[in-house]
């Protein structure tokens, strides 16, 4: 698939959710970096977002073993059924950001597994990637607000999973 300037913000949003899940994680840093000092979370008016709720979330991954930690992440884009990802899927579109962003911050502690040397990008998540970096900012944030957003469970619209119980 190529990807041209035409593509909007809403295929690109697909194009992202298409990849495969490590290759999701993968690109989400990418652009984590990229993005780097842009992101203030101090912002003034910085709306819906709730950072106690998104640290408490966080807390509870800081308690786990990297591995764990991992297997986390690729839960929530897989919206595998958990306790974490029913609580995560009761935040606000933006508080998952935030909590997105706080992962990558603690991944560059070392307190989150942190993202190893020497992995590449795929050829398909090079190109979503310099089609990201084409939007402006505000379109930019919506994009990662609507990426963040289905992960997880929405625990007010979820079946009852006999499964986990949950
Ligand atoms: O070993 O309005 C692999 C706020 C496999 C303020 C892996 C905001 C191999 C309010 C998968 C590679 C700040 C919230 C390992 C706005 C392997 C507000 C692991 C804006 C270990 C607008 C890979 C917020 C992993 C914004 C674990 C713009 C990868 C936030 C993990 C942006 C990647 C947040 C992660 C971004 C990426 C967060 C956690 C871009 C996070 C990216």
Redesign the pocket.
């Known amino acids: 698939m190529t990807y041209t300037q035409s593509n909007t913000a809403n295929e690109l949003l697909q194009a992202f959710q298409g990849l495969e899940t490590?290759q999701q994680?993968?690109l989400?840093?990418y652009?984590?970096k990229e993005?780097g000092d842009s992101?203030?979370?101090a912002?003034p008016g910085?709306?819906t977002?709730s950072p106690d709720i998104a640290e408490g979330l966080l807390n509870q991954v800081l308690e786990m073993s990297h591995e764990e930690q991992?297997q986390l992440?690729r839960d929530l884009i897989e919206r595998k059924n958990s306790l974490i990802a029913r609580e995560y899927g009761a935040m606000s579109d933006?508080t998952k950001?935030?909590f997105?962003?706080r992962?990558?911050q603690e991944?560059e502690t070392n307190r989150v597994?942190p993202?190893?040397a020497n992995?590449d990008l795929s050829e398909q998540a090079q190109q979503v990637f310099q089609q990201i970096k084409q939007l402006d900012f505000g379109q930019q944030?919506t994009v990662?607000r609507d990426y963040v957003a289905p992960m997880g469970v929405d625990p007010s619209t979820a079946e009852h999973d006999s499964e986990t119980g949950l």
Do not use: R
């Open positions: 490590d994680l993968a989400f840093w652009i984590y993005m992101i203030t979370p912002a910085a709306s977002v991992l992440q933006t950001l935030l997105w962003y992962l990558a991944m597994v993202f190893p992995y944030i990662f």
